[in-house]
T-cell receptor, first 113, second 116 residues
C-alpha cells in the first residue's frame, strides 16, 4: 500500500524525442501535483490536478509540456521535442481533498542527451 | 509572488548535537503554511514538520522543532540529538493558506551532514 509511485525511475532519451512520465497517486487522493527538480535546486511547480481537470498549469515552461489525468487517478506528463535543458528529476505528489500534506513519489530522473 | 530563501547550502553537525537550519520567506498573504521536507538520496521528499501561520505556538515533532517568527518572516528548523539517519537535503516550503489545495514553493535546500 502504497505510496505514490512513478515510472520509469530513470529515463534516458535523445534530444528531440518524445517522452511520457507516469504517476500513480495514493488511492483516493483527489489532488495530484507535478514538480521539476533541477540539479542543486528545490522542486519547482509545474501543474496541479483536482480530479480530472488541471486546476493550475501556470508552472508549465512552454507548450512542449503537457499533462493529463483522464480518470482522476493516474497522471502522465508528456514532453515533446525534448531539449537538454529538460534534464531533471520530475516529482509527483498527491494529497487528499482538504488542504493537507502532499505525499511525494520517488521521482523520475530524465536525462536528455 | 512568494519566495523562499535558504542561505545555507551546506551544514554539518556532530552526532548527538543540535543544529539549526535557516529559512526566510516573502509573502503578502496573511494565511499560509510553512513546511520542512527532508530528501534523502532516494529522492523521496518526506514531510518533517509543518506550521500554520495563524498559530503562535511553534510546532514540534519529537527531535524536530521550529522557530517561527511571523513578523520577521523567518522559519528555522532545529534538530536535536542529531542522528546519522538525519543526513539529507532539507527543503523549506511555503503554501498559500486555506483556499483548497495549493502548490508548494520551495527553497534551494540545505545539505545536512552528520559527523559520527
Amino acid at each position: 500500500g502504497a505510496g505514490v509511485s512513478q515510472t520509469p525511475s530513470n529515463k534516458v532519451t535523445e534530444k528531440g524525442k518524445y517522452v511520457e512520465l507516469r504517476c500513480d497517486p495514493i488511492s483516493g487522493h483527489t489532488a495530484l501535483y507535478w514538480y521539476r527538480q533541477s540539479l542543486g535546486q528545490g522542486p519547482e511547480f509545474l501543474i496541479y490536478f483536482q480530479g480530472t481537470g488541471a486546476a493550475d498549469d501556470s508552472g508549465l515552461p512552454n507548450d512542449r509540456f503537457f499533462a493529463v489525468r483522464p480518470e482522476g487517478s493516474v497522471s502522465t506528463l508528456k514532453i515533446q521535442r525534448t531539449e537538454r535543458g529538460d534534464s531533471a528529476v520530475y516529482l509527483c505528489a498527491s494529497s487528499a481533498d482538504r488542504p493537507d500534506e502532499q505525499f511525494f513519489g520517488p521521482g523520475t530522473r530524465l536525462t536528455v542527451l | 509572488a512568494q519566495t523562499v530563501t535558504q542561505s545555507q547550502p551546506e551544514m554539518s553537525v556532530q552526532e548527538a548535537e543540535t543544529v539549526t537550519l535557516s529559512c526566510t520567506y516573502d509573502t503578502s498573504e496573511s494565511d499560509y503554511y510553512l513546511f520542512w521536507y527532508k530528501q534523502p538520496p532516494s529522492r523521496q521528499m518526506i514531510l518533517v514538520i509543518r506550521q500554520e501561520a495563524y498559530k503562535q505556538q511553534n510546532a514540534t515533532e519529537n527531535r524536530f522543532s521550529v522557530n517561527f517568527q511571523k513578523a520577521a518572516k523567518s522559519f528555522s528548523l532545529k534538530i536535536s540529538d542529531s542522528q546519522l539517519g538525519d543526513a539529507a537535503m532539507y527543503f523549506c516550503a511555503y503554501r498559500r493558506g486555506n483556499f483548497g489545495n495549493e502548490k508548494l514553493t520551495f527553497g534551494t535546500g540545505t545539505r545536512l551532514t552528520i559527523i559520527p
